[in-house]
């Protein structure tokens, strides 16, 4: 026979299967599983009033102890690639991680996976054979996520340079400069692609003379 259980336990007992579902889920709680856990809606909200569960955007929550906002992109946007200065972060081209995270995805991508509370994310919209194109995988907080080859990167950078903060960019093609893992076969034939073959020349070629 089972043993009733009183409402705070109750209550404990489902914040620990909200936790183990986060972890299952790569740092995710959904209102679905809510429904095959037999949670109610509201006791979800009684665990954001509380502070012990965040709302990520409409159906989505984590827990701030379990999670960290690179698991977090990372499970939310497993079909975007990590570019621009997010990437570069990641590659040790910038010293300090951007507070808002860029991520290329596909352009029929709905906009609406993008309106969240946390973290603070902008996608770049692409068409889909121009966001495989140079695709790398690094491993982020645990999880798998996508990302530009370094090469495929400089590129981007160069043809979006309005896009970003000057030092960052200077910063960006000095560090890939210096790089000696650099493949500048690779480069060119991104910068090909990406038709910034004479950017590439003017502003990385001058320092390799």
Not at 38 to 54: A, S
Not at 83 to 101: N, V
Not at 172 to 196: P, Q, T
Request: aromatic content about 12%; hydrophobic content about 35%; glycine content about 6%.
């Amino acid at each position: 026979m089972d043993i009733p259980m009183y409402r705070e336990e109750k209550r404990e007992y489902q914040f620990e299967q909200i936790q183990n579902r986060i972890r299952e889920n790569g740092g995710l709680f959904r209102t679905k599983d809510a429904k095959e856990l037999g949670i109610d809606y509201r006791r979800l909200q009684r665990f954001v009033n509380e502070g012990r569960l965040r709302k990520v955007k409409s159906g989505y929550y984590t827990d701030d102890k379990c999670i960290t906002e690179e698991r977090l992109v990372a499970a939310l946007f497993p079909d975007g690639v990590l570019t621009m200065e997010s990437a570069l972060y990641e590659y040790g081209y910038l010293k300090h991680r951007p507070k808002i995270w860029r991520i290329a995805i596909d352009k029929n991508t709905s906009k609406g996976r993008f309106n969240l509370e946390y973290p603070w994310v902008t996608p770049f919209y692409t068409e889909e054979n121009t966001l495989k194109d140079g695709v790398d995988e690094i491993e982020l907080a645990g999880n798998t996520i996508h990302i530009y080859k370094k090469e495929r990167l400089i590129c981007d950078i160069l043809k979006y340079q309005d896009k970003m903060d000057r030092k960052d960019f200077r910063r960006a093609i000095f560090s890939f400069v210096d790089d000696e893992n650099k493949d500048m076969g690779l480069l060119m034939e991104y910068a090909e692609k990406r038709k910034v073959r004479r950017k590439v020349h003017d502003m990385i070629g001058i320092w390799l003379d």
